[in-house]
């Protein structure tokens, strides 16, 4: 029982974790803008 | 049911590799830390998932990633000197098939060492690496932590996951390793950035870190309660009111103290008694047949050199009580028994030039991480991270060279990783002052202009 939370919560922290850094530029290439400055860009030209 | 939650979980972190390959690293890291295929009955113990993940890592990295100013620290070449001579010393070992056995593991934990810091290119890198660390050997500790909270536990009794005492699974090896890790759980409770200190990230943190101190408790293994003294002073170290730290310290020991089980205070109270326990006296004898053999043997018998041992000892205990106490010797005798340090497993098993790399290869990591925890002492706000981080590591390589003076872990995996995220964030930082000129990192770039007069 123990053993099954816990692997859940290990199992799902690191699953989200990885689907965080796919989602980071800076992963591969930190010249790479940061995401929440590239959605913004995204934004501002959708609206423009 | 849990096999297919472990093919779900491992198919979804392969399918997030094949859009960053860094991920292939970390799903490395994860396999070998946690083990998932000694957790499973059927279908994952099938398939080779260690080879795999760690073959999809090095071919993306081959094939996608930036080569672009790849450094090599001389670490790495230790490290590959090591590799090359335990190879040599397989091949001539006294015990040749079970020399083999650990040969099979142990070139993997080095040849991956090695490869680490070439894919550690950008700090984020760097973090999710530790992160991966920390998660995958939280399963081993919280689990161990809730139930010596809820009364389980007894020194090799504490059931965690798999039954064979392998890999971190070991009580005295997780219990160092729970400790070794708290420097680096406080520093993502300040700087992470994957999963930003919020009040969620502190309290799983610090409850992490109460797991990680229950390990020893669990397990009964004095090693840990050792640990856990190094890493109080060590902590000392960045503390800012000194005095309080320590009263803050000595009060919890205090109040801890009575909620700890009966049979953990009188297993720690024989630290000092320790020629009464076979357990720790037959280590003396280890270690001086270790010296005498390795003056004939000066290169070492090879991997599991222990096994050709015959110790006779006397366990020393005392009878009676007040005047009429008397102290009784039993001859004791005990064959192959294994290291338990280990000083003494690389010394035994790869001789003096093994035992003097090896050495090297992890004074080097402390020298080297209190260069960079110096170097970028003072730093503009987006370098605070930098010192800290060299501090953490170097403190965590500490308390494990120390829980390893009484554990045979000289070649665990888990610590040749902590010696690839060192040598990563020294050559990334070595190559961004390449990248700024050399300038002096800790003159703040971003000052403003003087004002004219």
Not at chain 2, 329 to 343: F, G, I, L, Q
């Amino acid at each position: 029982m123990i053993d099954s939370l816990v692997l859940g919560l290990t199992h799902g922290l690191l699953l989200l974790t990885a689907w965080r850094l796919i989602h980071r530029p800076d992963l591969d290439d930190e010249s790479a803008p940061p995401p929440g400055e590239a959605r913004q860009n995204r934004w501002g030209r959708k609206r423009a | 049911m849990r096999d297919l939650a472990f093919i779900a979980f491992l198919g979804a972190i392969f399918a997030l590799g094949f859009r960053r390959p860094f991920i292939f690293v970390l799903a490395y890291v994860y396999i070998d830390v946690v083990s998932p295929q000694r957790m499973s009955y059927f279908l994952l113990n099938a398939f080779p998932i260690s080879a795999m993940a760690v073959g999809f890592a090095v071919l993306s990295w081959l094939a996608f990633d930036d080569k672009k100013d790849t450094r090599v620290a001389p670490r790495q070449g230790l490290m590959l000197a090591l590799l090359a001579y335990c190879y040599w010393t397989t091949t001539r070992a006294d015990f040749p098939i079970d020399a083999a056995f650990k040969w099979d593991w142990v070139w993997k934990a080095l040849a991956f060492a090695i490869f680490l810091p070439l894919t550690l290119r950008t700090k984020l890198r760097i973090e999710a690496l530790l992160l991966f660390m920390l998660l995958s050997v939280a399963t081993i500790i919280i689990a161990g932590g809730l139930k010596t909270a809820l009364g389980g536990g007894g020194y090799g009794q504490l059931k965690l996951f798999v039954d064979n005492n392998s890999g971190l699974f070991e009580g005295s090896i997780i219990s160092a390793v729970a400790i070794c890790v708290i420097p680096l759980i406080l520093w993502f409770t300040r700087h992470g950035t994957i999963f930003p200190p919020d009040w969620r990230v502190k309290t799983f943190g610090y409850l992490l870190i109460f797991a990680c101190l229950l390990m020893p408790v669990g397990t009964q293994a004095r090693t840990g309660l050792l640990c856990i003294g190094l890493l109080a002073v060590l902590m000392l170290r960045d503390v800012k009111r000194r005095m309080v730290y320590i009263g803050g310290a000595a009060a919890l020991a205090l109040v801890a103290i009575p909620f700890l089980p009966t049979a953990f205070s009188e297993r720690m109270g024989t630290i000092r008694t320790y020629q009464a326990d076979a357990s720790a006296s037959t280590r003396i004898e280890v270690w001086k047949w270790t010296l005498d053999y390795v003056k004939s043997h000066p290169f070492g018998g090879g991997f599991e050199a222990y096994r050709q041992n015959e110790i006779k000892y006397d366990k020393i205990s005392t009878v009676g009580e007040g005047a009429s106490i008397t102290i009784v010797r039993t001859p004791e005798v005990d064959k192959s028994r294994a290291y338990h340090s280990a000083y003494f497993e690389m010394i035994g098993e790869q001789g003096w030039p093994g035992f003097a790399l090896w050495l090297m290869i992890h004074l080097g990591g402390i020298i080297r991480m209190e260069v960079l925890r110096r170097r970028y002492w003072k730093t503009p706000p987006d370098q605070a991270w930098i010192s800290p981080l060299a501090t953490a590591l170097q403190h965590a390589h500490m308390i494990y060279l120390f829980g390893a003076m009484f554990v045979g872990i000289a070649l665990n995996p888990f610590v040749y990783m902590l010696v690839g995220a060192q040598i990563g964030l020294d050559t990334y930082l070595a190559r961004k002052r390449a990248e700024e000129g050399m300038k002096p990192m800790n003159k703040r770039r971003d000052s403003p202009a003087p004002e004219p007069a």
